[in-house]
């Protein structure tokens, strides 16, 4: 479920090019967006190509597209890192690099815990709400 999406086009690409586009993706309504964010998706234009370095693996090109996205499914890395985190955490490991100094207290780590499964129920929460939307028959960008 995306939440966003921004789609920056460089070199020779017309405003009617990116119409085009995003036309052709709605009409293949592949990607579902949150329903709080009926438009979805931004575009920018630069009309100058972008720049490939001698040494870079990239292949110069007129035209191109970059995309930067913003989806729900950032939640299962969040998933993983908060059950790395409480690994580490239960063993007390690093834990003494942090106290020593009086940087931080342990409490800190316990409710910084916290609010990334407070972030991860909040994705959930957006996914969940808008399949229950749907399942309802309520707002769609089908038209």
């Keep these: 479920?995306?939440?966003?999406?921004?789609?920056?086009?460089?070199?020779?690409?017309?405003?009617?090019?990116?119409?085009?586009?995003?036309?052709?993706?709605?009409?293949?309504?592949?990607?579902?967006?949150?329903?709080?964010?009926?438009?979805?998706?931004?575009?920018?234009?630069?009309?100058?190509?972008?720049?490939?370095?001698?040494?870079?693996?990239?292949?110069?090109?007129?035209?191109?597209?970059?995309?930067?996205?913003?989806?729900?499914?950032?939640?299962?890395?969040?998933?993983?890192?908060?059950?790395?985190f409480d690994v580490i955490f239960k063993k007390k490991a690093f834990l003494h690099s942090y106290l020593a100094g009086d940087i931080m207290e342990e409490n800190e780590f316990i409710e910084a815990r916290e609010n990334i499964e407070d972030l991860i129920r909040d994705y959930e929460d957006c996914e969940l709400d808008d399949d229950a939307d749907e399942d309802e028959g309520g707002f769609s960008d089908d038209g």
């Design 1 to 84: 479920m995306y939440m966003s999406c921004f789609l920056m086009y460089r070199g020779e690409v017309s405003s009617k090019d990116v119409n085009e586009a995003i036309k052709l993706q709605k009409v293949r309504d592949d990607i579902k967006f949150v329903d709080w964010c009926p438009t979805g998706m931004k575009c920018g234009i630069a009309g100058t190509p972008m720049v490939v370095t001698s040494d870079g693996t990239m292949v110069k090109t007129k035209k191109s597209v970059m995309s930067l996205v913003s989806s729900t499914a950032v939640r299962h890395v969040f998933r993983r890192l908060a059950e790395m």
